[in-house]
């Protein structure tokens, strides 16, 4: 049994649904860039149209309608509400857009989740050093303030960033992602560090200049796998499982809910990696400054989007340098139980959750929990009648609803990846998550209800029939 007033969601992202890349003012973001650089993205595909939403919202409010969602998630961009990154220059088109949306969800009866960042820097910014510049957290934190300001009195849940470990491994240092840099050693551990830098900052400017009067909530989506270890009894394989949740969760979940710090062990992994290779500069892992406002206590939920889970062993397999891989020290195997979806890395194993779920209630001072993202994808032929997605969602829910009925965990919300299916970044349209197919041959963007669509949607009226009789 779910708690009363749980929110049943489903979430997109700026770039992945609403195209309008050069439409009313909007500046250009690192992912237009990235895009149009050849051999970026699969097929040479852009984000550029999409699923238009920009111009098509009123399609996609009948899609959350037809769901009967409670909650929306969606994020806004940057560069659409701030074509040069700062509050200099606002696009009131974009200002219009985002407040068009809030208002037709809350007439709806339905609350917004809104994500400020989604992987899609103003370009202007980037040209300014982007994430690996020190000052991009100030500049973060004013374009919070200005959302905070405009939105703030309709939102109540608010979510800094999304996946900054997807965007400092994948964005800095294995280049597959915007703004596709291959820095390996340091540079994604700075970029992380000023994106947690960018969070603090902008949850103490919420707390101290806008929670009295709009009383919402602000944290940041944090992505994970379930990691345990290959063989239970092998202490080393034990270790490395401890070192995989640290170098994927503990990153950014240590310093806000526990230390105010990185884990413990994954500077000590860090530091024993440098010296293997004879680094004798400054700790690759930054350290927080004891003069700006403290991490801890810093996100009033816990978000977090998973996806899948690995079986995990002690040795990185492959060349040794300095780098996110070999200073964790660990190599993830897929248990051959387990079907894939769609792509080779999507495992599915709806009990990772529930086990993920458990360890953040233990290790992280049972926070009230938000399911931000979970999805599954397909790929190749279209399929309709997806009956393996829908059984996905009945499964992955129930160990969800176990998780809070036997476990104790404090969940208060899922937010299904995604409405609708979208630019999946470096693999564009080739991936499907959608609740709604779009046809991208069509001007119109036809959006169809998937079967697993109808079925979610079918959880979600059994839930509201209990809850409210």
């Not at 991009?136 to 900054?164: H, M, S």
């Not at 458990?358 to 399911?371: A, L, Q, R």
């Not at 779009?438 to 809850?467: C, M, N, P, W």
Request: aromatic share 14%; net charge negative; with cysteine.
């Amino acid at each position: 049994m779910f708690p009363r007033n749980f929110a049943w969601g489903a979430a997109t992202a700026a770039y992945q649904i609403e195209g309008g890349w050069q439409a009313d003012g909007k500046g250009p973001s690192i992912w237009d860039t990235f895009c149009h650089e050849e051999g970026r993205v699969c097929g040479a595909q852009t984000g550029d149209v999409t699923c238009n939403s920009y111009e098509l919202w009123e399609k996609d409010l009948k899609c959350i309608q037809q769901l009967g969602l409670t909650h929306y998630r969606f994020s806004l961009s940057w560069a659409r509400l701030l074509p040069d990154g700062t509050t200099r220059n606002v696009n009131q088109k974009g200002v219009q857009y985002y407040n068009k949306v809030i208002d037709d969800l809350l007439s709806c009866d339905m609350s917004p989740m809104v994500t400020l960042y989604h992987f899609d820097l103003p370009q202007a910014l980037q040209e300014r050093g982007g994430w690996k510049a020190s000052a991009i957290a100030a500049l973060f934190d004013g374009y919070a303030r200005f959302c905070f300001q405009t939105f703030g009195d309709r939102v109540k849940l608010w979510l800094t960033l999304n996946e900054p470990y997807v965007c400092a491994k994948l964005g800095h240092e294995d280049g597959v992602h915007a703004p596709g840099l291959k820095e390996a050693g340091t540079t994604a551990y700075v970029v992380a560090h000023n994106m947690l830098r960018a969070h603090v900052m902008a949850w103490h400017s919420y707390n101290s200049l806008y929670r009295p009067k709009q009383g919402g909530a602000v944290s940041l989506a944090l992505c994970s796998d379930w990691f345990e270890p290959l063989c239970p009894e092998n202490a080393s394989d034990v270790a490395a499982s401890d070192r995989a949740l640290a170098f994927n969760l503990g990153w950014f979940a240590w310093p806000l809910f526990v230390t105010g710090d990185y884990p413990d062990v994954m500077r000590v992994a860090i530091d024993a990696q440098s010296r293997k290779m004879d680094y004798n500069g400054d700790p690759r892992l930054p350290a927080f400054s004891e003069d700006e406002p403290s991490a801890l206590g810093t996100a009033d939920f816990f978000a977090l989007n998973y996806y899948t889970s690995r079986k995990v062993k002690h040795g990185c397999v492959g060349e040794r340098r300095m780098c996110i891989k070999c200073d964790r020290d660990t190599e993830d195997i897929l248990d051959p139980s387990w079907s894939i979806c769609g792509t080779p890395w999507l495992a599915v194993v709806p009990c990772g959750l529930r086990k993920l779920l458990n360890y953040i209630k233990d290790t992280f001072g049972d926070p009230v929990v938000y399911i931000t993202e979970n999805g599954f994808c397909q790929a190749g032929p279209l399929v309709m009648e997806d009956a393996q997605r829908g059984e996905f969602y009945r499964e992955t829910i129930q160990e969800v609803e176990k998780a809070v009925r036997e476990d104790g965990v404090n969940v208060r919300g899922y937010f299904a990846w995604s409405l609708l299916d979208n630019f999946e970044w470096a693999d564009g349209f080739d991936l499907r998550f959608g609740l709604f197919h779009v046809d991208f041959s069509d001007a119109e963007r036809r959006r169809t209800i998937y079967r697993s669509g109808l079925e979610y949607a079918q959880i979600i009226s059994k839930y509201k029939a209990e809850h409210y009789k």
